[in-house]
């Protein structure tokens, strides 16, 4: 390897590195917030307007993907761009998300109908806005983006999260009910959006490239038909639960995914965000690829899975304690639903390294074999009411486990037991880590709730660090190596990080 490759894998690797801090700073301080914001919410409102809401978003994450058109990626993944690109590429996104705005309008009447839900057409109005919107700001998203500008991303994550909050929590005590989550999600996109347009100062030309547009939108609509798919996987069981059992207890499932909602904004989208241009600066060399896709799966479990798990385990006395004793429903669901973590970070991260080296129809295909899957499983283990709904869920991601594999194998070379092999050290740690909080359980059975939370997150956290450090050691520095500058030099001191 010569000198200038080398020094470009160690640029790549602190850009890497900084973007991943600063949206772990930016999901930190938005999923903190926004904890808050829904807690008061949760206690304001029901299960039937989280429920409501929850199928109006089905089509609008849906619609809104349309209006992108998959473009923010096919910018990313180009190695240079000039204006008829970038603007070529904003118009096509307005036209796209503007046609979302239309469909949400016009058919909320329809889809209220089939969900034998009325409240759904004010709500699904409320937020026809919202596609138009984001597709605003699709190139600047790029820019900043490839060019790794994730504080101005997490600064604009942050400010948007407490202001939308802010506006939620005062509908919600001027009685607007589902109308206040509405509220919400429409300013927090106005916000999201202006302060894109401020960080990247890039304004659209009027002029349009029909052959940039062409090969924009042919890359792109294979992008936005597998996010489509990859959104769709998780949504069918909205509809499916919608449709057959109705918006009350959909309103409980959505609250137990809620409550997963933080923990992956905090462990998985951080990592998620830095990997599509940090995998587009290695498509060229597939060894290096491969390497830092293990990589990402094995740091991805370390950090995820004793989050997940230690939720499953507080969870009985969490749901009750936070958000109040009327979603207790919500308790089993959020146990069952945390198991997915064993197999999440194998396959979070394939599209995006497959849409690194060009393979769109490997992620098309795989996606589609994901949402068969969802529809079949689902479909059949709502048999079962909310409960069988959720285990559907974790039975669909691990039935995806192995056509992932397969693809990754064919396109990256990557083995089967190394694939398996990257979650070892963060599965052993756990173990010991569920163990040590079972024994506190049957220890301290008579402590107050509150207290309870507090002693096993504590002997939780001491026993799952303590083992990482002593057992998988290069596991515990390349965590090491993702937390902040003063946290790894103060490590350092006491003896548990490398200097330097």
Request: some cysteine.
């Amino acid at each position: 390897m010569s000198a200038s490759d080398k020094g470009g894998r160690e640029s790549l690797a602190r850009l890497a590195t900084s973007g991943t801090a600063w949206s772990f700073v930016a999901s930190l301080g938005q999923q903190a917030i926004a904890f808050v914001v829904f807690v008061i919410l949760a206690r304001q409102l029901g299960p039937v307007e989280f429920g409501v809401v929850a199928l109006a978003n089905v089509f609008l994450d849906l619609l809104i993907l349309v209006g992108r058109g998959g473009l923010t990626e096919v910018l990313i993944q180009r190695d240079r761009l000039d204006e008829t690109e970038k603007s070529t590429a904003f118009w096509s996104s307005l036209c796209l998300g503007s046609a979302g705005t239309l469909a949400i309008w016009f058919g909320a009447g329809a889809a209220a109908r089939y969900f034998d839900t009325p409240g759904m057409v004010p709500v699904m109005h409320g937020l026809a806005l919202v596609c138009m919107l984001n597709a605003l700001g699709t190139v600047q998203e790029a820019e900043l983006k490839r060019d790794f500008g994730f504080k101005a991303l997490a600064m604009r994550t942050l400010l948007a999260t407490c202001v939308s909050g802010i506006a939620a929590v005062a509908a919600a005590y001027a009685g607007w009910g589902a109308m206040s989550l509405v509220v919400q999600r429409l300013v927090a996109t106005l916000l999201l959006t202006g302060i894109l347009w401020y960080a990247v100062r890039w304004v659209p030309k009027l002029t349009f490239s029909l052959s940039a547009a062409s090969r924009q939108l042919r890359m792109g609509s294979a992008i936005c038909g597998s996010s489509l798919l990859g959104v769709g996987n998780q949504r069918v069981i909205d509809v499916v639960i919608g449709r057959m059992l109705g918006a009350t207890p959909l309103g409980y499932l959505r609250i137990a995914w809620r409550a997963l909602d933080l923990l992956m904004e905090l462990g998985l989208r951080p990592i998620q965000q830095v990997t599509l241009p940090a995998f587009s600066r290695l498509q060229n060399d597939a060894g290096a690829l491969r390497a830092a896709y293990l990589r990402t799966a094995r740091v991805t479990a370390i950090v995820i899975y004793p989050v997940f798990i230690g939720a499953a385990i507080v969870a009985p006395d969490l749901i009750t304690l936070v958000f109040g004793a009327q979603w207790g429903p919500s308790v089993p669901l959020m146990q069952i639903l945390a198991l997915g973590v064993l197999v999440m970070p194998l396959i979070w991260f394939k599209s995006n390294v497959l849409l690194a080296i060009g393979r769109v129809r490997a992620v098309m295909l795989l996606n589609i074999v994901e949402f068969a899957l969802s529809v079949a499983v689902v479909t059949i283990s709502c048999r079962w009411g909310v409960t069988g709904a959720a285990w559907g869920n974790v039975i669909r991601l691990c039935l995806a486990v192995l056509p992932i594999w397969w693809v990754l194998h064919r396109y990256l070379g990557i083995e089967l037991m190394p694939f398996f092999a990257s979650q070892w050290q963060a599965a052993t740690c756990t173990a010991l880590m569920v163990i040590a909080t079972f024994l506190v359980g049957l220890l301290c059975p008579g402590l107050p709730a509150v207290v309870r939370i507090a002693v096993v997150i504590t002997v939780g956290a001491v026993v799952y660090f303590a083992a990482l450090f002593l057992l998988h050691r290069q596991a515990w520095n390349e965590l090491v190596d993702l937390a902040p500058r003063p946290a790894r030099s103060l490590l350092a001191r006491l003896g548990l990080a490398q200097r330097g």
